[in-house]
């Protein structure tokens, strides 16, 4: 009887372990490729945004940004990039300059899917508001 008990639980853990590999494989982000691509956008001189509950326009584009994207957005000739970071609540944004240094680092890496946003307001009320606070330049924080 031990044995069969000791049988079915290493099938379970097998069954388990071929369902992560599976689900990673599929595209879904594994809190190690999150890790990965938050340093990388770091790296390349994406500053952080912080999102709680003082900053709802912040929790706003947190929300309506898609998941394990970077989205682009677009105003008056200027472009920025926004990736989100639910888990940790925060934003991760950049400028062109930046996602092009992003691109660079990646290469031979799983990079993230870019995304053009179809209404950029909400994203530039928040970065107005950010300046405003004192967000300063690009690579501050």
């Known amino acids: 009887m031990t044995v069969y008990l000791k049988d079915r639980f ?12 599976l689900a990673g494989c599929a595209g ?8 990965k691509t ?3 956008l770091e790296q390349a001189g994406f ?9 709802p326009k912040r929790q706003a584009l947190l929300n309506s940004i898609p998941r394990g994207k970077i989205s682009t957005f677009e105003r ?11 888990a940790a609540q925060r934003l991760y944004v950049g400028d062109d300059a930046a996602y092009q240094k ?3 680092m990646s290469k031979g890496r799983k990079l993230c899917e870019r995304v053009v946003a179809p209404d950029s307001s909400q994203f530039w009320s928040c970065y107005d508001e ?4 004192g967000g300063g330049g690009q690579r501050g924080r």
Do not use: C, K, P
């Open 10 to 21: 290493i099938a379970a853990l097998l069954f388990l372990s071929l369902a992560l590999f």
């Open 28 to 35: 879904g982000q594994t809190t190690q490729n999150l890790v």
């Open 38 to 40: 938050e340093y990388f």
């Open 47 to 55: 500053q952080r945004w912080d999102v709680n509950m003082t900053t």
């Open 76 to 86: 008056g000739g200027v472009t920025y990039h926004a990736y989100t970071d639910e």
């Open 102 to 104: 992003y691109l660079s």
């Open 130 to 133: 950010y300046q405003t606070m």
